[in-house]
């Protein structure tokens, strides 16, 4: 059986975290809700190695963003990284087990999550401890994880281990693995987020993303993505991964 989060029958209840949050309860004036069959629950988090444009690289304690944040989550996009510590801090909190396994079969480089250069790297991770996980993945795409701000708040405030000097890796010899990815491009329509986010048009963020006339957002993204750059570029680099091994694998399965 599974279940799907934002539909019912399940349902989202308030939560008041016993750590205090960086961020989130400035975010949410109102409170936070988490879905009511989480608490007391083992949680595998199943994330991919890329890269991406807001959090240079994502991995376990992105995967947490979709799960454990109900409605208007991009209120969070421009103090991301707090957020992610800050759902790392609940998770530890309601669950009973936490516990990821990344797959690197294939790796995505560049303006991750959907404009990225697929790798065959054939690379699986497996972690109880998020924080390092994610600072592996990190190192090997050639990336400073302590450079990167969710992993090293996290790192500084006790949710694990984020310098690679003090991880205790099992399996593969990783010390001289670099695939030299880019954490820090952006497409055109991230360019424009960070601008809102970050940049010139911060003041006008509530009025572009936190009012009735939001989905402007949703809809100028879909249109980028979906009717640009898929077309025009994506399109190509998908059908060279489906001519790899996995991708053949992935075909073929019935």
Same mark, same amino acid.
């Given at each position: ?89 609940? !998770? +530890?909190? /309601?669950?009973? *087990? ?5 797959? &690197? ?7 991750? @999550? ?78 424009? !987020? +960070?601008? /809102?986010?970050? *940049? ?5 963020? &509530? ?7 939001? @989905? ?39």
């Amino acid at each position: 059986d599974h279940i799907t989060l934002d539909v019912p029958p399940v349902k989202w209840v308030p939560y008041k975290p016993t750590a205090k949050m960086l961020v989130l309860d400035d975010v949410y004036k109102d409170g936070l809700y988490i879905p009511e069959v989480f608490p007391g629950t083992n949680i595998v988090q199943l994330p991919t190695v890329k890269t991406h444009v807001f959090t240079t690289m994502t991995g376990a304690m992105k995967n947490a963003f979709g799960g454990l944040l109900h409605r208007y989550r991009h209120w969070t996009h421009s103090v991301i990284h707090e957020t992610l510590v800050d759902l790392l801090q609940i !998770q +530890k909190e /309601i669950h009973s *087990g936490l516990f990821a396994v990344m797959d &690197g079969t294939f790796a995505g480089d560049g303006p991750g @999550p959907r404009a990225m250069r697929i790798h065959n790297k054939n690379v699986i991770l497996a972690s109880a401890d998020q924080v390092a996980i994610d600072a592996v993945a990190a190192k090997m795409m050639g990336l400073d994880p302590m450079s990167i701000p969710m992993i090293r708040i996290a790192h500084e405030i006790g949710l694990g281990v984020g310098k690679p000097s003090e991880i205790e890796v099992v399996g593969d010899d990783i010390a001289d693995v670099n695939w030299n990815f880019n954490g820090n491009e952006s497409t055109l329509a991230s360019r424009g !987020q +960070k601008l /809102i986010y970050h *940049g010139p048009l911060k003041p006008l963020e &509530g009025a572009l993303l936190r009012s009735p006339i939001a @989905p402007w957002a949703y809809w100028a993204s879909n249109v980028y993505h979906n009717k640009f750059w898929l077309p025009m570029v994506g399109r190509k680099r998908v059908n060279e991964a489906l001519q790899s091994d996995w991708g053949q694998l992935f075909e073929n399965y019935k």
